[in-house]
């Protein structure tokens, strides 16, 4: 089993930045692609960012050039600073991790999400 816990949301005034970060711990063989999704109220969850295991990143449109998606493979954390943060970046984001278990399966982990609030 996959943990994935989420922390650094918060309200923050338009202009701002925050930093997201999400830890996986549990027993898996490796991690591939970890990403950031994200769902405002009375819209779908869609892709914010994501990176590989090997740094190649992907972003929305709406996003490039204000988030940053890392990742620390030694401690299976990845993180999204977003910067320059907008009212409609407001949503419950959500981490999100493709992992390979100890039997060689691949496996997709979500974690219970942290609230972003932009105020204007």
């Known amino acids: 089993q996959v943990q994935l816990v989420e922390s650094g949301g918060g309200l923050v005034q338009a202009g701002g930045s925050l930093r997201l970060s999400c830890a996986a711990s549990?027993?898996?063989?490796?991690?591939?692609?970890m990403g950031w999704y994200r769902q405002a109220p009375g819209k779908q969850r869609e892709l914010a960012a994501r990176?590989?295991?090997?740094?190649?990143?992907d972003y929305a449109d709406s996003v490039k050039g204000r988030f940053t998606i890392s990742r620390d493979n030694a401690k299976n954390t990845v993180y999204l600073q977003m910067n320059s943060l907008k009212p409609e970046d407001t949503a419950v984001y959500s981490c999100?991790?493709?992992?390979?278990?100890?039997?060689?399966?691949?496996?997709?982990?979500w974690g219970k999400g942290t609230l972003v609030t932009v105020s204007s």
């Open positions: 549990g027993s898996f063989f490796s991690i591939n692609a």
């Open positions: 990176i590989t295991s090997g740094g190649t990143t």
């Open positions: 999100n991790a493709e992992v390979v278990t100890r039997d060689y399966y691949r496996m997709t982990y």
